[in-house]
């Protein structure tokens, strides 16, 4: 099958199609499975006469998903420049594109246009990439997120901790009960104790501290991660980028954010210029100029 000369409107059909099989389950994990790729296949068939095959479809999701990372990294880099909000995308000179063309392989096609189908790719890509230094894992051992994304260590001396128990006569005491608070607002249910017995001291008590900090943070992480924010916060942040209420990108704002995933997207633009850019953009591509 000869290759696919995708254009403007076939990359729209096709990141459209890519998101309702998202929305309907499809994609099980970072591709689609077969009932997806089918649904695709036959969409771009009945809408606009394209006929793809399965492998196709299949490198064209994997070259958008390249494309969505390098664009959300470079947005990372983009304190500090210029923006065009007819391109949709920053203006710096020669140097830093070549600077940042090198850190950031694939980026340097978003020099002339800024990336299309922004809404759509977001939905399909945006949970399953990791961009910028936020992402934390077991493998980092004691370092644990805070809400904003930095980390902190828990800090577990054993050998001190022996030696204080040492010191006091091997005695064990009775522990005050943690009751941590979790990023829902609840407190989980507490270890209940067989009558008789007491609770460990030293080093056993120390592991359980580090261990429910480690929790309670990553669990606040993950929360800030969703992003939870409410329709009041939001529309402060429309408010500060400039988008006053008697303005279109107030209005149109007033109609994105009752959907979670534009929301997110508004939320993670990195300055005020470029949330009210945006808004404008969106309002135009909906209700024209």
């Known amino acids: 099958m000869p290759d696919i000369d995708w254009n403007s409107e076939s990359l729209r059909i096709l990141c459209q199609l890519f998101a309702e099989q998202v929305d309907r389950g499809n994609r099980p994990n970072t591709h689609l499975n077969s009932v997806g790729y089918a649904e695709v296949e036959k969409g771009l068939k009945d809408r606009i006469g394209l006929v793809a095959s399965k492998p196709q479809i299949k490198n064209k999701w994997d070259k958008l998903k390249e494309e969505f990372k390098a664009w959300k990294k470079l947005m990372l880099r983009q304190t500090g420049t210029g923006w065009c909000p007819i391109k949709g995308t920053i203006v710096m000179d020669d140097e830093w594109w070549k600077k940042v063309r090198k850190d950031i392989p694939g980026c340097g096609k978003f020099r002339k246009l800024g990336l299309q189908n922004e809404e759509e790719l977001q939905k399909c890509f945006g949970n399953i990439i990791s ?74 008590q120390t592991i359980q501290e580090a261990v429910t900090s480690m929790a309670t943070s990553a669990n606040s992480y993950a929360s800030n991660k969703e992003g939870k924010y409410s329709i009041d916060e939001v529309m402060e942040h429309v408010i500060a980028c400039g988008a006053t209420y008697e303005t279109n990108e107030y209005f149109i704002a007033s109609e994105l954010f009752v959907k979670k995933e534009q929301t997110k997207m508004f939320m993670t633009l990195p300055n005020n210029e470029i949330r009210f850019s945006w808004l404008t953009r969106k309002y135009v591509a909906k209700y024209g100029n």
């Open 131 to 204: 961009v910028g230094n936020d992402h934390w894992s077991p493998h980092m051992g004691n370092a644990v997120p805070s809400v904003g994304g930095a980390t902190h260590e828990v800090d577990i001396d054993l050998t001190q901790q022996e030696d204080d128990a040492a010191s006091e006569g091997g005695d064990t005491h009775e522990v005050e009960q943690i009751s941590p608070v979790n990023a829902n607002g609840k407190t989980p249910p507490r270890p209940i104790l067989d009558k008789g017995k007491k609770a460990k001291t030293g080093t056993a």
